[in-house]
Nanobody
């Protein structure tokens, strides 16, 4: 059974940084991708970034403008999201999710098979 556990959220001042972690386990092979998503109150869930564990390719949502960086440590089974220059509008619950046997790489949440419980990120002014 695939399990995803996020950590690293918290309260940070605008302009600061946070690194989120997603501990991923239960996979039978490396043909999967891990994506990060977020959902603010009253808003739709939006995709942030995704990494293919199989070949290391990555994809980012355009609106981030280079502020976030995704990386993976396959030996530890962990995917990270480094968030820099945080803004109050980045306040949301952040989720990691797994897409098994992905065709291409993308951030359509309907294609993801398993989700973590989320971690709260709050950016103060």
């Amino acid at each position: 059974e695939v399990q995803l556990v996020e950590s690293g959220g918290g309260l940070v001042q605008a302009g600061g940084s946070l690194r989120l972690s997603c501990a991923a386990s239960g996979f039978t092979d490396d043909d999967y991708a891990i994506g990060w998503f977020r959902q603010a109150p009253g808003k739709w869930r939006e995709g942030i970034s995704v990494v293919s564990i199989k070949d290391g390719s990555t994809y980012y949502a355009d609106y981030l403008k280079g502020r976030f960086t995704i990386s993976s440590d396959n030996a530890r089974g962990t995917v990270y999201l480094l968030m820099d220059k945080l803004k109050p509008e980045d306040t949301a619950v952040y989720y990691c999710a797994a897409e098994l046997r992905p065709v291409g790489i993308g951030l359509n949440p309907h294609l993801y098979d398993s989700w973590g419980q989320g971690t709260q990120v709050t950016v103060s002014t």
